[in-house]
């Protein structure tokens, strides 16, 4: 069975710091990893997926890693403004070869706060 | 743009009570799921389907029940409601291996 675990759990920051959010997992046979955004209330929001052929995928001020030899993706988010304070969650999918993008295991994410 | 609603946003429910959750998207996804999130955790799959009529298990299937008759609705049935089912259900749509897009949840309180 495949694990999740993103840590920090939470993370408070001032406006303007560069941030790392650290998502590993226990089977490294995926085909990707996907970053979700989500705001208090609402439902996810996918940020970036990582095929397992790429290395990084970059959309704005986020970029995310994945190295799946050491079961580790990171989370990149430059110059953080307050409008990133949400709780970032990232899923690999079920170990079996079959599955298709929507069967994600998830960790349990990382809580941003950024203050001005 | 709709893209995944969910219907109804909160409930509450008595032990034993039975309920249906809705869900429809209206981007033509073959791909729809349901998963639930307790608290402070992470998501964790119920039910998918990968086209209307197909229905499978996911990690968390019991006491649910699901049906797919069409393309766009996926609905979730709650038989005998358990305090354990008290959680948030959120449902989700996507066209084979692309983007999953989520629906805004549904919080659901059994007591």
């Known amino acids: 069975k495949q694990e999740v675990t993103q840590i920090p759990a939470a993370l408070s920051v001032p406006e303007g710091e560069n941030l790392v959010l650290n998502c590993s997992f226990t089977?490294?046979?995926?085909?990707?990893l996907q970053w979700f955004r989500q705001d208090p209330g609402k439902g996810l929001t996918s940020l970036l997926l990582i095929q397992s052929s790429q290395r990084e995928q970059t959309s704005g001020r986020l970029n995310a890693s994945l190295d799946k030899s050491s079961g580790r993706s990171t989370l990149y988010i430059a110059a953080s403004q307050p409008g990133d304070s949400a709780t970032y969650l990232c899923a690999v999918p079920l170990a079996d070869r079959g599955s298709t993008l929507g069967r994600l295991y998830f960790g349990r994410g990382t809580q941003l706060t950024v203050w001005p | 743009n709709a893209g995944v609603t969910q219907t109804p946003k909160f409930r509450i429910l008595k032990i034993g009570q039975s309920m249906t959750l809705q869900c429809t998207q209206d981007m033509n996804h073959n791909y729809m799921y349901w998963y639930r999130q307790d608290p402070g955790m992470g998501l964790k799959l119920i039910y998918y389907?990968?086209?209307?009529?197909?229905?499978d298990k996911g990690e968390v299937p019991n006491g649910y029940n699901v049906s797919r008759s069409t393309t766009e609705d996926f609905p979730l049935r709650l038989e005998l409601a358990a305090p354990s089912q008290t959680s948030v259900y959120f449902c989700a749509s996507s066209y084979s291996r692309n983007t999953i897009y989520f629906g805004e949840g549904s919080w659901l309180t059994v007591v």
């Open positions: 089977d490294s046979a995926i085909y990707n």
């Open positions: 389907s990968v086209g209307a009529g197909i229905t």
